[in-house]
């Protein structure tokens, strides 16, 4: 079975570029799509749901950081996979692509073997990916169920809030948002997720970002500021605090004691 794979730059001999040394190198596990600029990329991205989009970062019409805006807007099992790319080594664009949520950031001209890890990378997160969200719903359950202190999940609302929370956890996220998008007063809201899950909002958000961030650390790639922007972090200091506070180690220290395990 192919993976559509959707290629987004405004240099034709990019895109055809991309395309030659991809297929040369995956012959027939990808199903490429080529477009010029950010709106057609939208465009393809709702109609034919891609796996994969490999996107510049500067392109007319649509930049690659509103694409991606848009498309952390789809639902978390039709959300694409991104690669940047950018003639731009600066921490400003890696970091607002981390937060947009790209998976990883090569730079111009392309080292085909930079590039041909990056996919072989997201090709094993996306034999994985489906099963992540409705693990974590699922273990939640769990843990509701043997809380001394649960409620009934009336209509549904806590379910949809935590489903909420794990599509939205990378961004800046905070309970008033949620509270809204399950139509529930903030002061109601509160009360009620603590005592369907036995842990307050902010206490829930900062496990389930720890919990992402370690499966990070755990593929040994990315530094440690990459990896807090990407589960919702503001920084690496309070990252690093809130990671030794709940795990009893740094980041770094979690990632070599990993290492040393594999």
Same mark, same amino acid.
């Given at each position: 079975?192919?993976?559509?794979?959707?290629?987004a730059d405004d240099e034709k001999n990019?895109?055809?570029?991309?395309?030659?040394?991809i297929e040369r190198e995956f012959s027939?596990?990808?199903?490429?799509?080529?477009?010029?600029?950010?709106?057609?990329?939208?465009?393809?991205?709702?109609?034919?749901?891609?796996?994969?989009?490999?996107?510049?970062?500067?392109?007319?019409?649509?930049?690659?950081?509103?694409?991606?805006?848009?498309?952390?807007?789809?639902?978390?099992?039709?959300?694409?996979?991104?690669?940047?790319?950018?003639?731009?080594?600066?921490?400003?664009?890696?970091?607002?692509?981390?937060?947009?949520?790209?998976?990883?950031?090569?730079?111009?001209?392309?080292?085909?073997?930079?590039?041909?890890?990056?996919?072989?990378?997201?090709? *094993?997160?996306?034999?994985?990916?489906?099963?992540?969200?409705?693990?974590?719903?699922?273990?939640?359950?769990?843990?509701?169920?043997?809380?001394?202190?649960?409620?009934?999940?009336?209509?549904?609302?806590?379910?949809?809030?935590?489903?909420?929370?794990?599509?939205?956890?990378s961004e800046d996220l905070n309970m008033?948002?949620?509270?809204?998008?399950?139509?529930?007063?903030?002061?109601?809201?509160?009360?009620?997720?603590?005592?369907?899950?036995?842990?307050?909002?902010?206490?829930?958000?900062?496990?389930?970002?720890?919990? *992402?961030?370690?499966?990070?650390? *755990?593929?040994?790639?990315?530094?440690?500021?990459?990896?807090?922007?990407?589960?919702?972090?503001?920084?690496?200091?309070?990252?690093?605090?809130?990671?030794?506070?709940?795990?009893?180690?740094?980041?770094?220290?979690?990632?070599?004691?990993?290492?040393?395990?594999?």
């Amino acid at each position: 079975m192919t993976t559509k794979l959707l290629i987004a730059d405004d240099e034709k001999n990019i895109r055809m570029g991309l395309q030659a040394m991809i297929e040369r190198e995956f012959s027939g596990l990808y199903e490429c799509i080529l477009v010029k600029d950010g709106r057609e990329a939208w465009q393809h991205v709702k109609q034919f749901l891609p796996e994969l989009v490999i996107t510049d970062i500067r392109m007319p019409v649509m930049d690659g950081i509103m694409l991606m805006q848009h498309i952390r807007e789809l639902e978390p099992e039709r959300r694409p996979l991104v690669i940047i790319l950018s003639g731009y080594d600066e921490f400003q664009y890696a970091r607002e692509a981390i937060r947009c949520g790209a998976r990883e950031y090569l730079l111009k001209p392309i080292v085909r073997e930079e590039l041909f890890g990056a996919l072989a990378v997201l090709n *094993e997160e996306l034999k994985e990916r489906n099963h992540l969200i409705d693990d974590s719903v699922v273990s939640v359950e769990k843990d509701r169920l043997a809380s001394a202190s649960v409620i009934p999940d009336r209509n549904g609302s806590m379910t949809r809030a935590i489903q909420y929370i794990h599509a939205h956890y990378s961004e800046d996220l905070n309970m008033a948002v949620v509270s809204n998008s399950v139509s529930l007063n903030y002061t109601y809201f509160s009360q009620a997720f603590k005592a369907y899950t036995g842990l307050s909002f902010v206490q829930y958000v900062k496990r389930l970002r720890i919990t *992402e961030a370690k499966k990070l650390l *755990e593929c040994q790639g990315g530094k440690i500021y990459e990896i807090a922007a990407n589960v919702g972090f503001d920084n690496a200091k309070h990252f690093n605090k809130v990671f030794r506070e709940l795990e009893g180690m740094t980041p770094q220290q979690f990632r070599v004691q990993n290492q040393k395990g594999n």
